[in-house]
C-alpha cells in the first residue's frame, strides 16, 4: 500500500473540490470502464480497492458477456489505482480521475489484468537492459450526431476541408483549442496539430514517455477528445473507420529503446542509435524490427483489435498493409523516421503505423515489446528496407522479399495470433481465453450486420 501516494491524492482532491473520483481500466474490447468514489470515502477506497467482477473481462464492446472459464459469476477482484495517475479532469468539473489495476483479492495482480501485462512487459525488457520511449499518434473524426425522420443515426463531418487545410483549422478551433488546454491541464505536452485527409478528421500528438506513461496517456487522450467534443456539442470518434467512404484514423505508435536508468526507466542513451549506419539505426534496432515483423501478423490482433480495425489496413491507403518496413516508408508497416536536425539521437525511433485506438493500449504496447525483445534475443534479421510501395511489386518480387499481406480480418488476425507461441505464452492462460473470446465474439456479432452498422457503433464507443 502506497501510504505517501494515497494521502497525496487525497490532499489534491480536497484541494480541486473533487466530489467524484474515477478508478478507470481498459477491457478486453479496448472500452474504458471503471467506478467512482466519493471523495469522503476515497482514502478508504485507494486502499482496499473497488470490487469487481471477474466477468467484466469477459465482456465485448457490444456488452455481450462471453463464456470463459474463471470469468463467470463468481469471483472478484478490485480495482487498484495508481496515484501516480491522478488527474483533476478539466472537462468535468468535480471529478477527477486515475488509471487502476486489477488485483486478486491476495494483493497479486489479476492474470487478466491488462496493464499489469505491460508492466510485466517493461519488467522484461528491463531484464535485457533496455527501457522503451513510446507515443500513440492518435487520428479521431470530429462530428455532430444525427438522427433521421426514419431514425437512421449518422455522423455529419464538422467540415470537408482538405488536408492540412486553413479551412479545417478555422472550423475546428474552438474545439481544438479547449483539446489542448485540457490535455496540459493534465500534464500532457502537445507537439503537433493539424487538420487530416478525411472530412471533420483532427491529428494531435502529444509528447512521448516511459512505457507505461505513453500507455496511460492514451487513455487519458481518448477520454479527453471525446469529452470536450461532448462539451460542444460534437462527437469525437477514435474508431479506424466511423465513415467508411471517408480517410481511416490510426494511432501509430512511436517508440524507441533506451539504456535502462538508475530509477529503472529511461536513461541518457539511445541503443536504436547508430549514427554511422544509413538510417541512423544500431544492430539492436534492426534485431528489434526483425522481430515486430516476425511477429506482426499476430500483433495485429491486439494493435488493431476490432472489426473495424480491418476496413482501415487496405493497400494504398497509408495504412499499411504488408509486413515490412522502410525509410520513411508511409506503407511500410514499420517505418524509420528521418532524424531531427540537430537531433539525431534523441530523434531515432521507429513507428508502427497498423496500430489504432480500438487496441487496449497495454495489450498493444506489451506485444509489441515481446515481439521486439524476441527479435532481440534470436538476433532476427529483418531483411533489406522497403522503399517502395509494396502494393506495386508484383507478387512473385513481395514473395521474394519476404513481404505478406497483413491480415484482413479480425478473425484471421486471432487465428494468427492463437499460432503464436510467443505472444501467446506472454499473454498467459486466462488472458488469452478471454481475449480471443472477447474478439470472436465480436466478430461473430458485426458479421451480422452490415458496414453502415459496424461503422456507427464503434463510432460511438471509440
Not at 438522427?147 to 464538422?158: H, K, M, N, V, Y
Request: glycine residues 10%; negative net charge.
Amino acid at each position: 500500500m502506497d501510504v505517501e501516494g494515497i494521502r497525496r491524492v487525497v490532499a489534491r482532491a480536497g484541494d480541486a473540490s473533487a466530489d467524484l473520483i474515477r478508478f478507470l481500466y481498459v477491457d478486453h474490447g479496448g472500452v474504458v470502464r471503471g467506478k467512482s468514489t466519493s471523495r469522503a470515502s476515497l482514502e478508504q477506497r485507494m486502499a482496499t480497492g473497488i470490487g469487481l467482477t471477474v466477468a467484466m473481462q469477459a465482456m465485448n464492446m457490444l456488452d455481450e458477456l462471453q463464456s470463459v472459464e474463471g470469468m463467470g459469476p463468481v469471483g472478484e477482484v478490485r480495482i487498484v489505482p495508481d496515484p501516480d495517475t491522478y488527474v483533476d479532469l478539466p472537462y468535468a468539473p468535480g471529478a477527477a480521475a486515475m488509471l487502476s489495476d486489477l488485483v486478486r483479492l491476495d494483493g497479486e495482480p489479476w492474470e487478466a489484468c491488462p496493464r499489469s501485462f505491460l508492466k510485466e512487459a517493461v519488467a522484461s525488457a528491463a531484464a535485457e537492459g533496455i527501457a522503451l520511449c513510446a507515443a500513440f499518434e492518435p487520428e479521431f473524426l470530429l462530428a455532430r450526431r444525427e438522427t433521421d425522420a426514419d431514425g437512421e443515426r449518422r455522423l455529419i463531418p464538422i467540415d470537408e476541408s482538405l488536408c492540412f487545410s486553413s479551412t479545417g483549422f478555422a472550423m475546428a478551433h474552438d474545439f481544438a483549442v479547449d483539446f489542448v488546454r485540457a490535455l496540459e491541464a493534465q500534464g500532457m505536452v502537445v507537439e503537433l496539430y493539424h487538420p487530416e485527409l478525411g472530412h471533420g478528421q483532427q491529428e494531435l500528438s502529444i509528447h512521448h514517455g516511459p512505457a507505461l506513461t505513453a500507455a496511460d496517456r492514451q487513455v487519458w487522450y481518448r477520454e479527453t477528445a471525446r469529452s470536450v467534443a461532448w462539451r460542444h456539442g460534437l462527437w469525437a470518434s477514435l474508431a479506424p473507420k466511423p465513415l467508411a467512404e471517408q480517410a481511416g484514423n490510426g494511432a501509430h505508435c512511436h517508440f524507441s529503446a533506451w539504456e535502462v536508468g538508475p530509477d529503472g526507466g529511461p536513461g541518457e542513451r539511445n541503443r536504436f542509435f547508430d549514427a554511422g549506419d544509413r538510417y541512423g539505426l544500431s544492430e539492436l534496432a534492426y534485431h528489434f524490427i526483425g522481430g515486430i515483423l516476425a511477429h506482426l501478423p499476430a500483433l495485429v490482433a491486439l494493435t488493431c483489435g476490432s472489426v473495424n480495425s480491418y476496413r482501415r489496413l487496405q493497400p494504398q491507403h497509408w495504412s499499411s498493409a504488408f509486413v515490412c518496413y522502410g525509410d520513411d516508408n508511409r506503407e511500410a508497416a514499420l517505418r524509420i523516421p528521418s532524424p531531427m536536425w540537430g537531433h539525431a539521437e534523441a530523434s531515432a525511433n521507429l513507428e508502427l503505423k497498423p496500430c489504432d485506438s480500438t487496441g487496449n493500449p497495454y495489450l498493444a504496447l506489451g506485444g509489441l515489446i515481446h515481439a521486439g525483445l524476441d527479435g532481440m534475443r534470436r538476433r532476427l534479421d529483418p531483411g533489406d528496407p522497403v522503399n517502395v510501395d509494396p502494393a506495386t511489386l508484383s507478387e512473385r518480387e513481395r514473395r521474394r522479399r519476404g513481404v505478406a499481406r497483413l491480415p484482413n480480418s479480425l478473425d484471421a488476425a486471432l487465428d494468427e495470433l492463437e499460432r503464436d507461441d510467443v505472444l501467446m505464452e506472454a499473454l498467459g492462460p486466462l488472458r488469452r481465453s478471454a481475449y480471443l473470446a472477447v474478439k470472436r465474439s465480436e466478430a461473430v456479432s458485426f458479421g451480422a450486420h452490415d458496414a453502415a452498422y459496424e461503422c456507427f457503433e464503434h463510432a460511438l464507443r471509440f
